[in-house]
């Protein structure tokens, strides 16, 4: 998450919270921790538990900060629906498939066939989603926008502990890539805004526009791309800093 937030936003000063344990709780309590730290204009955040009613009751507000945008991975589990992701609160953000040439250049995008995402069961439609009130219903969609996920297109990572028997140099992919990849391009484009909501409102207003790169192909489970807004996706892919 910091190497990929630094490299997307490589002028950022970058805070890393550790929390307590994996527990809800703890999570949460790191969240607190990290949108009180001076200067913060982004929070990523690559966690998520299947969302229920108990964690938007109990768990929404922490993602209310003024002057703060948080943004969560949707999950790596085709048609889970994660909390927070899945909150009117944050940004969330899903996983693409990525091909490139070989100098760097953007190709194309598809869905990455085990991005999480969905239908809230029980968060209203955000207003910010009235656009895309035809798709989602009465409930909040989730994803927001969406970025390299597949790790057999994703992102290079240096690791100076073994993992998994490796070290150096490594490939990783999964929405908890995604995520600080989005959190850092909104941070380089340097045009902070009020909150999650107010960012989303900002993305939202560029849909079909050349800011994003609309996913067309492609789908995780039940989840289908589609021209302009769709779930696993939402606008699109970052084309650039203009959609922030």
């Known amino acids: 998450d910091t190497q990929w937030a630094h490299a997307m936003a490589p002028r950022a000063k ?15 309590a790191a969240v607190n921790v990290a ?29 209310l900060q003024n002057g703060v945008a948080f943004f969560a991975s949707s999950g790596d589990t085709s048609g889970e629906r994660d909390f927070p ?13 990525l091909n490139v040439a070989n100098d760097g250049t953007w190709l194309s995008e598809t869905v990455w066939s085990s991005t999480g995402g969905g239908a809230s069961q029980f968060e209203p ?30 992102v290079s990572v240096y690791d100076s502990l073994p993992y998994q028997g490796s070290s150096g140099w ?19 484009a340097g045009a902070p805004r009020a909150s999650s909501q107010a960012q989303n409102s900002v993305l939202y207003a560029g849909i079909g526009t050349a800011n994003f790169h609309d996913i067309t192909k492609g789908s995780s489970g039940t989840l289908n791309a589609t ?10 892919s970052p084309n650039g800093l203009k959609g922030f």
């Open 227 to 236: 021209v302009g807004w769709d779930f696993p996706t939402g606008v699109g």
């Open 85 to 97: 992701a899945e909150s009117v609160n944050v940004v969330a953000v899903g996983g693409t498939t």
């Open 125 to 154: 439609r955000p207003v910010f989603q009235d656009l895309v009130q035809n798709i989602v219903g009465a409930y909040r969609g989730d994803a927001d926008i969406a970025a390299v996920g597949d790790p057999n297109t994703g």
């Open 35 to 63: 949108k009180a730290l001076p200067g913060v204009r982004q929070v990523t955040i690559s966690f998520g538990s299947a969302e229920d009613s108990c964690s938007l009751v109990n768990y929404d507000s922490a993602f």
């Open 170 to 188: 490594q490939v990783f992919g999964g929405t908890s890539a995604a995520t600080p990849i989005v959190a850092g391009i909104a941070n380089a």
């Open 14 to 28: 970058i805070y890393l919270v550790e929390a307590a344990s994996s527990n809800l709780s703890d999570l949460i």
